[in-house]
T-cell receptor, first 114, second 114 residues
Framework: GENVEQHPSTLSVQEGDSAVIKCTYSDSASNYFPWYKQELGKRPQLIIDIRSNVGEKKDQRIAVTLNKTAKHFSLHITETQPEDSAVYFCAASKGGSGYSTLTFGKGTMLLVSP | EAGVAQSPRYKIIEKRQSVAFWCNPISGHATLYWYQQILGQGPKLLIQFQNNGVVDDSQLPKDRFSAERLKGVDSTLKIQPAKLEDSAVYLC????????????FGSGTRLTVV
């Protein structure tokens, strides 16, 4: 089955800096890669996703890049703010098969200091 | 639109006791998932339903865990008997179709087995 590795496990940045979280996946058939943000004690919430026919996607301060050849994808957060502090999870699935499921990475705890 | 509803929010039980969790997905979402999230880890799929049928339960410890979605709407997940290592947050998620449109998670049930 699919295996998703995520790094780093913890990331501390100063407010205004950029943050980058990287994930690799094992199944070359995976074609859908969402990112979830989970604040302490709350449910994971989808913040951005990318499909394999696209190399990059941006939404305000958040961007995701995908390298299908290398089987890795990354989350980029620019101009970080304290409210960006949370655990971020990457995931992968073989979307389109009808019954695919998301396999998650172990998460990255992002700490943004004022 | 109403979100994914889960209850209870918290549960503390002794080992060897039984416990049940309930989930009501977003209206119209045919696919329902139960995930187990151990502290410090990413969500791990336990079972996936498509309407009232099981699609994937390969990671469900069937000697102690069971789940049903009899009418294709709400679902229950049961653990009997519970072990200490079952302490985790149990997340229910739903999606309209295949996973490549992302999930909506419920708030989860935090289970502590003592």
């Amino acid at each position: 089955g699919e295996n998703v590795e995520q790094h780093p496990s913890t990331l501390s940045v100063q407010e205004g800096d950029s943050a980058v979280i990287k994930c690799t996946y094992s199944d070359s058939a995976s074609n859908y890669f969402p990112w979830y943000k989970q604040e302490l004690g709350k449910r994971p919430q989808l913040i951005i996703d990318i499909r394999s026919n696209v190399g990059e996607k941006k939404d305000q301060r958040i961007a995701v890049t995908l390298n299908k050849t290398a089987k890795h994808f990354s989350l980029h957060i620019t101009e970080t703010q304290p409210e960006d502090s949370a655990v971020y999870f990457c995931a992968a699935s073989k979307g389109g098969s009808g019954y695919s499921t998301l396999t998650f990475g172990k998460g990255t705890m992002l700490l943004v200091s004022p | 639109e109403a979100g994914v509803a889960q209850s209870p929010r918290y549960k503390i039980i002794e080992k060897r006791q039984s416990v049940a969790f309930w989930c009501n997905p977003i209206s119209g979402h045919a696919t329902l998932y139960w995930y187990q999230q151990i502290l410090g880890q990413g969500p791990k799929l336990l079972i996936q339903f498509q309407n009232n049928g099981v699609v994937d339960d390969s990671q469900l410890p069937k000697d102690r865990f069971s789940a049903e979605r009899l009418k294709g709407v709400d679902s229950t997940l049961k653990i009997q008997p519970a072990k200490l290592e079952d302490s985790a947050v149990y997340l229910c998620a739903s999606s309209f179709g295949a996973a490549n449109y992302g999930y909506t998670f419920g708030s989860g049930t935090r289970l502590t087995v003592v």
